[in-house]
C-alpha cells in the first residue's frame, strides 16, 4: 500500500507565499497514472477541492476562491505535485490535504489521501 505525505505547511503572514509538496511512495501504479488534487478543510466544514491536475499536467482546474493566487504543479519523474500558494489570506487557513486517484485495468478507481498539513495565514 503507497502512502502520500504532504509538506511546507506553515504560519505565514497575510500576503504572503507558502509551496506544499506532495511525495508519494510504495503504489504499485506509476505516479503519472493518477489525477492529482489538492483540499483543504477548516473545523466544522466539509473538505473543499482546491485544485486538480490532469496526469501529464495539461490541465488544470481551481476553486474560485484560489485563482489567480495557488497553482498547482507535478513532476511525474519525482513523484511529487506541488501547490504554490501567493498572496494568502487568512481565510486560506486549513489543513491541506493531497489526493491521488486512478483506475485500475478493470475500472476500479481508487483514491488516496495524505495525513494533511496545517496552512495558518495570520498576523
Known amino acids: 500500500q503507497g502512502q502520500l505525505v504532504e509538506s511546507g505547511g506553515g504560519l505565514v503572514q497575510p500576503g504572503g507565499s507558502l509551496r506544499l509538496s506532495c511525495a508519494a511512495s510504495?503504489?504499485?501504479?506509476?505516479?503519472?497514472?493518477?489525477?492529482m488534487k489538492w483540499y483543504r478543510q477548516t473545523p466544522g466544514k466539509e473538505r473543499e477541492r482546491v485544485a486538480h491536475?490532469?496526469?501529464?499536467?495539461?490541465?488544470?482546474n481551481y476553486a474560485d476562491s484560489v485563482k489567480g493566487r495557488f497553482t498547482i504543479s507535478r513532476d511525474n519523474s519525482a513523484n511529487t505535485v506541488y501547490l504554490q500558494m501567493n498572496s494568502l489570506k487568512p481565510e486560506d487557513t486549513a489543513v491541506y490535504y493531497c489526493n491521488a486517484d486512478a483506475e485500475d485495468l478493470y475500472g476500479m478507481g481508487h483514491s488516496y489521501w495524505g495525513p494533511g498539513t496545517q496552512v495558518t495565514v495570520s498576523l
Open positions: 510504495g503504489f504499485t501504479f506509476s505516479f503519472s497514472h493518477f489525477v
Open positions: 491536475i490532469t496526469r501529464f499536467g495539461a490541465r488544470t
